[in-house]
């Protein structure tokens, strides 16, 4: 299982390099919550045409974008704000009656230049904003040599702390 993960990670890795490099087409899911990278987000996927957004990013391995709707929206007509975060599905189970149950983790911030209508879900032109936690998500190493050193600097803390309450 591990072997999987790392193979797909590897690969996906490759096409957010790809897509960082230019403009994209990325499907988007506007929702009344907003997703930060590096976040979990369990979703339960059950209009018909984001259940043909889920199916066209997993027939495509693509990732597909999480947007915060405008409050003004209309139904079937939503507005989203113009920075949203590309979102890569880790779990994905398909219900017998085609709804979806997913996990989605956010990956990357991007920004809107231009938005689309022609498929049943809302798409647009994203460019990916370069952040640091890109950088972290290509080196796999990264996460744990941080998490290391804060835990390494909250041991001599506490034992300063406990050695200064002993006096």
């Known amino acids: 299982m591990l072997i999987i993960h790392l193979v797909l990670a590897v690969s996906y890795q490759r096409r957010l390099i790809k897509m960082a490099a230019r403009a994209s087409e990325l499907p988007l899911f506007p929702l009344n919550v907003v997703l930060f990278p590096g976040v979990v987000l369990p979703l339960h ?3 018909p045409r984001y259940r043909q957004m889920i199916a066209d990013c997993q027939e495509q391995t693509t ?14 007509l939503e507005e989203p704000y113009p920075v949203g975060t590309m979102a890569e599905i880790r779990e994905l189970d398909r219900l017998e009656d085609g709804r979806y149950i997913l996990m989605a983790v956010g990956v990357q911030r991007f920004r809107i230049l231009s938005q689309h ?4 879900y809302l798409s647009a032109l994203v460019e990916l904003y370069e952040d640091a936690l890109i950088r972290t998500y290509l080196d796999p190493g990264a996460f744990e040599r941080g998490v290391s050193h804060i835990a390494s ?4 803390y506490a034992a300063d702390a406990y050695r200064k309450s002993e006096r």
């Open 45 to 47: 996927i059950f209009e």
């Open 63 to 76: 990732p597909f974008g999480i947007v915060l709707a405008r409050p003004e929206s209309q139904p079937l």
């Open 153 to 156: 600097r909250s041991a001599i």
């Open 117 to 120: 209508r022609e498929k049943p």
